[in-house]
């Protein structure tokens, strides 16, 4: 037993150690030792990461809501060490890890946040209610009321601006158009640093859970745990907007379900006509992150078609698209740098197939050194 502890303990510590100092999240910190004072605990995180706190945190209707931070640290504990909580999490984790999203990374840590905020898919169990059931007394009605606008929280693709007055401003993003479609939201921030976070990251776009706060003053809440990149490689975040889809994306992909799955699937695999397969299952036109060879950033553009191919061809070559890049110039996308962006279409799930196909056995014999696309003309 004592080996076992000593072992999970290594593996949390490991685990924080590969963790990035970005947007971080109070709600990770139960990969840490059990603080005895949350406060202390937290000063020594932000000590880390040289980010100091905000004066204030607006919009709290009660005094038990002027940390919301530390609400949520105390919340995300209290869900993630006991049961069911605990026990349910570590299925969402799992289905995450196994699912079609499973390849991006840290999907336990996007597992952790979906789970806080809407439980998980399809369980009437919500972690929110469960934890302001069991702590009667903490909290007054409003501020329950008002705890409970955290289950409205809604991953988002967010243009950063300034920050003023402890709040900081936040408008949703369109990515394909590359322009904001909506207004400056002022929010509050529940990562580590709060809204500090976001003065070094102006002009970014970011991914992250947002939800209603003080809706009487138009205030919003930023739950904490998220990404950015700069705009010119915005793209690159448009595949974590498959999370809005958590009842989709937590269905683990069958060769996953175990070892003796993955070894017939891969038997499988290795006799089967792929082409063929992927045109009777693939939906045109759709859209898809393309990745490019570097120093390129990844690009969204539209699959026309399967590029025609014998099965002999396939087996020596792979499987291309016809995908215009520039002006239109018809161009050859091999099949692994080829992203659908719909989770909800079977166009993911059967390239997703394919990849794990590709990752096992290796790529074509003829494409060894050549690059994943080529132009048609």
């Known amino acids: 037993m004592a080996r076992r502890d000593e072992a999970k303990k290594q593996r949390r510590q490991k685990r924080l150690q590969k963790r990035r100092p970005t947007q971080a999240s109070l709600d990770h910190s139960h990969d840490l030792p059990e603080p005895r004072n949350p406060f202390a605990f937290l000063k020594g995180l932000k000590g880390i990461l040289g980010m100091p706190e905000p004066a204030r945190w607006p919009g709290g209707c009660d005094a038990s809501l002027a940390r919301p931070d530390m609400v949520k640290l105390d919340f995300a504990e209290w869900v993630s060490r006991g049961e ?25 840590h996007w597992a952790m946040e979906e789970f806080f905020w809407h439980g998980f ?36 693709l967010l243009e950063v601006g300034e ?14 158009r590359g322009e904001p479609c909506g207004p400056w939201l002022p929010t509050i921030a529940l990562n580590i640093g709060g809204v500090h976070f976001y003065r070094k990251v102006r002009g970014y776009i970011s991914v992250t859970y947002l939800a209603p706060w003080a809706p009487q003053d138009q205030i919003f809440c930023a739950m904490g745990y998220g990404t950015t990149a700069p705009k010119v490689e915005a793209s690159r975040l448009l595949p974590l907007l498959g999370l809005q ?5 937590c269905r683990p992909l069958p060769w996953k379900v175990s070892r003796n799955a993955e070894q017939e699937f891969l038997r499988i695999w290795r006799m089967r006509e792929w082409h063929s397969w992927l045109l009777e299952r693939l939906q045109f036109p759709f859209r898809a992150l393309i990745g490019l060879p570097p120093p390129h950033a990844p690009i969204v553009r539209e699959a026309i078609r399967l590029i025609p191919s014998t099965p002999q061809q396939a087996h020596d070559f792979g499987i291309y698209f016809d995908i215009p890049l520039e002006d239109d110039e018809a161009s050859a996308i091999g099949a692994t740098a080829v992203t659908p962006l719909d989770v909800a279409s079977p166009n993911l799930a059967a390239l997703r197939e394919y990849s794990a196909y590709r990752e096992r056995v290796g790529p074509p014999p003829g494409t060894i050194g050549q690059s994943s696309f080529q132009r048609l003309r």
């Open 84 to 108: 069911p909580g605990k026990s349910k999490l570590r299925r969402l984790e799992e289905d995450f890890r196994k699912g079609v999203l499973g390849y991006l990374p840290e999907m336990d």
């Open 121 to 156: 898919p399809g369980d009437p169990w919500h972690p929110l209610d469960a934890y302001l059931a069991a702590h009667v007394g903490r909290y007054p009605p409003p501020a329950c009321a008002q705890l409970r606008l955290w289950k409205e929280a809604r991953l988002s």
């Open 163 to 176: 920050v003023r007055d402890d709040l900081a401003e936040l408008r949703a993003w369109d990515p394909l």
């Open 245 to 249: 889809h958590p009842e989709i994306i």
